[in-house]
């Protein structure tokens, strides 16, 4: 039997441990954040398949991490998985409830799928975080008018106009929308 007095005091193993772990931790949070931005990049350069192997590593050891879902749901949306891409998305948006982003694509997912009532729907809640996210309006335009729903998608054409998105006006044209006072 040791004596109390000559045994090691238990702080000192302890303390290395805890230490291993923490920096563990951190390592694998920077291992996280660097595979997700290497796979962005490998999805700007429209190498989505690649990109998707990466997204889908880092989830394996940082599950609860909401980008790479997003990313990887950007990434299906780019080879045309949309119910991939929406599986995704809604995993973010379990992770992340208030990202704009994520309810903006699962909508252009959903609106690919013909569910034009699920993207509005989803256009409305990114417009209900962010009413800045103007390609939102356009998105929700389209989806709008695609459902003939002419008047109001005529008012998200306009408001995206308004604010320089991309083929807002050809859309507003498309539309047959009129120019009002």
Not at 59 to 74: E, L, T
Not at 150 to 173: I, L, Q, S
């Amino acid at each position: 039997m040791t004596c109390p007095i000559f045994a090691p005091p238990m702080r000192h193993k302890v303390l290395p441990l805890a230490l291993l772990v923490i920096s563990f931790a951190a390592n694998s949070e920077d291992q996280a954040e660097r595979l997700n931005r290497e796979g962005n990049g490998l999805g700007r350069a429209g190498r989505y398949r690649e990109a998707i192997a990466l997204y889908t590593r880092v989830i394996a050891f940082a599950p609860d991490y909401a980008d790479p879902y997003f990313n990887r749901g950007k990434a299906k949306l780019g080879l045309k998985d949309y119910r991939g891409a929406i599986t995704d998305f809604n995993l973010a948006l379990k992770l992340a409830p208030d990202n704009p982003h994520a309810y903006n694509n699962r909508g252009i997912a959903r609106r690919k799928l013909n569910d034009l009532l699920g993207a509005v729907s989803d256009y409305d809640d990114a417009l209900k975080l962010d009413p800045s996210l103007y390609r939102a309006y356009l998105n929700r335009g389209i989806a709008r008018f695609k459902s003939g729903q002419e008047a109001t998608a005529c008012a998200d054409f306009k408001t995206a106009r308004e604010h320089d998105v991309a083929k807002a006006n050809e859309y507003f044209r498309q539309a047959g929308c009129r120019e009002t006072p």
